[in-house]
């Protein structure tokens, strides 16, 4: 028997204290990247926005530090507990900030509503962090004490008098965990924090930017339903009635409560924003499924009592709710996430609770505003005839199968031998010439090629009809194999990665920017899963002697340049397209895997994402035109 193979005693590790977090953190926060890097702040602010919940705090002061690699949240709630407890011989702080499980919302005294009932933030941020301060302000005392990777660096010691009470908390995340490039993003935080002084009407948050010396406060008297006005407005689509507010106070017996602000807009999708106990809950889960089922059956109620609903035309959930939006903040005595991000709720009691107050709510409120109640009804009649329509067409546009129950792939496309989808890779080309290079230069085995005639058809602009009438964007969804729309299968994806391989001029960039505007919009969820990929061709081919230097644009062949000897002699080639790229130039540069670089294609703000497109790919040019006109002064030179 091989060492390898022996399994004793001697193999089991017992990770103490902290340890398990710093081996494997995204078990705790999700990842490394910029988003668990953000989960750390949040952990803390939820903190103190858990003391402003329960009553004890009206301030929250976040201050990121110069080079937003370190910030410090400060409120003034009742401060953490720093008294001694006998049976660990530690301080109540110490233990809070060191140990995994230990916290003040376990039992019922210390807070009725809260967003941290797994007691791991605290002592997640503290074990990720190379530097951790707290000051506590109580008993009239300031008690001060430091931390490291989780580990006290000092004893807990009184440093002054204090006035009121509070807790300030300086971390700086640990560049071994999150690497050295990480660093706090300005305007995801001002984001977060503008969203929770909305949800806690009369809170007072405060951002101090010393990188950028800016100050922001933020205080919004109106709550959720001042919220929604301005989600709606930075959708830049048109809503049918003013936001609607609906507050249902703390159930007796249960504990929930929840209030709700809702509108129709005349946006083609539904776009709702849930919190729990003041924690966005983005993957949405049982208080969303309450909300989503009394919207739906308190307008079936409305039309059926006066007899709206239209004959031989099937009414969909997804009909009634296509331009809803909705914000919804539910508290919860005992909430149950998934996972400690907190990303969804899985009490299934909320459920009901929701979905019997919402549909009486949604019903009454119909009922005493007919003229409102009939637009919503014509807008939803409206929506349900548009999706016939298209699965209509959808249905005339599919490709039936062939021999081996294949699809009936586009004619361009050279596909690869391989049909595992965790190993094929397809890559979206313009035009034939630049599909001759790629054809050639792949990997036939895991790489396939479809070659699309120059500019694509803007999918915010056209017709539903007119997108599935469209051959370039059906040759792609036919390629893909996994339908769109009501159709959409993830599972029949056959290409693990999609890649938008266009020549390196401005030209190239729109067609990416056209194919993305359709990703976006009619498949959202290849995005969301990580599929889609933007290829980086190189623009320029610079030879110094032996030595090749392939740059992706001007500004890396100047710099390139300028680092060059004074006496040295080069040669520049620059690619008018991917077509004058020789195929073994364009593997090495832009299809091998191993030397390529790609760009993940991600959303982290989908509001500002589906603003931008509306704004730069819909069909009011005038927001273009200001756009072109607020920057003009920055171009540099113009690619003809």
């Known amino acids: 028997m091989s060492k390898a193979s022996q399994y004793t005693e001697q193999d089991i590790v017992v990770l103490e204290g902290l340890e398990p977090v710093r081996k494997r953190p995204g078990m705790y926060i999700g990842g490394v990247d910029t988003r668990g890097y953000h989960h750390l ?20 002061k976040v201050t990121l530090h110069k080079e937003l690699r370190s910030v410090t949240v400060e409120d003034n709630g009742r401060g953490i507990p720093t008294g001694l407890m006998p049976k660990y011989g530690k301080s109540a702080l110490e233990i809070i900030m060191t140990t995994l499980h230990a916290g003040g919302k376990f039992g019922s005294g210390g807070y009725t509503h809260s967003g941290g009932l797994h007691g791991v933030g605290a002592s997640v941020v503290n074990a990720l962090s190379s530097e951790l301060w707290v000051r506590v302000r109580r008993e009239e005392k300031e008690f001060e004490q430091g931390y490291s990777r989780g580990l006290a660096q ?42 929770k002084s909305y949800l806690h009407k009369g809170l007072r948050i405060v951002l101090l930017d010393e990188e950028h010396d800016t100050n922001q406060e933020f205080s919004h008297q109106g709550g959720i339903a001042d919220y929604l006005t301005k989600v709606v ?51 949405g889960g049982s208080h969303e499924n309450g909300l989503k089922g009394g ?26 709710r296509e331009g809803l939006c909705a914000i919804l903040s539910c508290y919860v005595r005992e909430p149950q996430f998934q996972g400690q991000t907190k990303e969804r709720l899985n009490n299934p009691e909320v459920t009901s609770e929701l979905d019997g107050s919402i549909r009486n709510f949604v019903e009454s409120w119909l009922n005493n505003n007919k003229t409102l109640g009939e637009a919503i009804v014509g807008r939803i009649i409206h929506a349900a005839r548009v999706r016939e329509a298209a699965r209509n067409a959808s249905q005339a546009v599919q490709r039936k199968s062939v021999i081996s129950h294949r699809l009936n792939l586009p004619g361009k496309l050279a596909d690869c031998s391989s049909s595992d989808p965790t190993q094929a890779e397809l890559f979206i ?24 005639r120059g500019k694509v058809l803007n999918a915010e602009q056209a017709s539903t009809s007119k997108l599935l009438s469209n051959k370039e964007l059906q040759d792609i969804v036919s390629a893909l194999g996994c339908g769109m729309g009501d159709s959409f299968d993830i599972k029949k994806l056959r290409y693990g990665r999609i890649f938008l391989l266009m020549d390196a001029d401005s030209d190239g960039h729109h067609i990416s920017t056209l194919l993305l505007t359709f990703f976006y919009r009619y498949l959202p969820k290849l995005i969301e899963g990580g599929h889609v990929f933007l290829a980086q061709p190189p623009l320029y081919r610079v030879d110094v002697g032996k030595e090749t230097k392939w740059v992706l644009d001007d500004a890396e062949k100047d710099k390139y340049i300028a680092k060059l000897p004074k006496n040295a002699k080069y040669e520049i080639q620059r690619f008018k397209g991917l077509g004058e790229m020789m195929p073994q130039q364009l593997w090495a540069t832009t299809l091998d895997p191993k030397q390529r670089m790609a760009l993940k294609i991600t959303v982290d703000n989908p509001e500002q994402t589906s603003r931008m497109l509306d704004e730069l790919m819909g069909k009011d040019p005038s927001t273009r035109k200001r756009f072109i006109m607020e920057r003009a002064g920055e171009a540099q030179t113009l690619d003809l």
Not at 245 to 269: H, I, N, P
Not at 429 to 444: C, L, Y
């Open 429 to 452: 080309v313009e035009g034939d010439s630049a599909g001759g290079s790629a054809k050639q230069g792949r990997n036939r085995k895991t790489q396939a090629i479809l070659p699309l």
């Open 154 to 195: 000092s004893e807990l010691k009184v440093i002054g008098k204090a006035r009121g009470t509070g807790t300030k908390l300086l971390f700086r995340p640990d560049s071994e965990i999150f690497g050295e490039k990480a660093r706090f993003d300005v305007e995801l935080i001002r984001e977060r924090l503008e969203a």
């Open 233 to 283: 407005t930075d959708r830049a689509k048109p809503s049918l009635n003013t936001p609607v507010y609906f507050l249902r106070e703390a159930d007796s017996d249960t504990g929930t409560r929840f209030e709700l602000a809702f509108c129709w807009t005349e946006a083609t999708d539904e776009h709702i924003k849930s919190f729990v106990n003041g924690i966005p809950t983005s993957s």
């Open 295 to 320: 919207v739906v059956k308190g307008v079936r109620n409305y039309m059926d009592t006066h007899g709206l609903a239209p004959k031989g035309l099937p009414l969909s959930a997804e009909d009634i």
């Open 41 to 60: 702040l949040w952990e803390i602010v939820d903190n103190a926005v858990d003391e402003v919940i329960n009553g004890y705090a009206s301030t929250i």
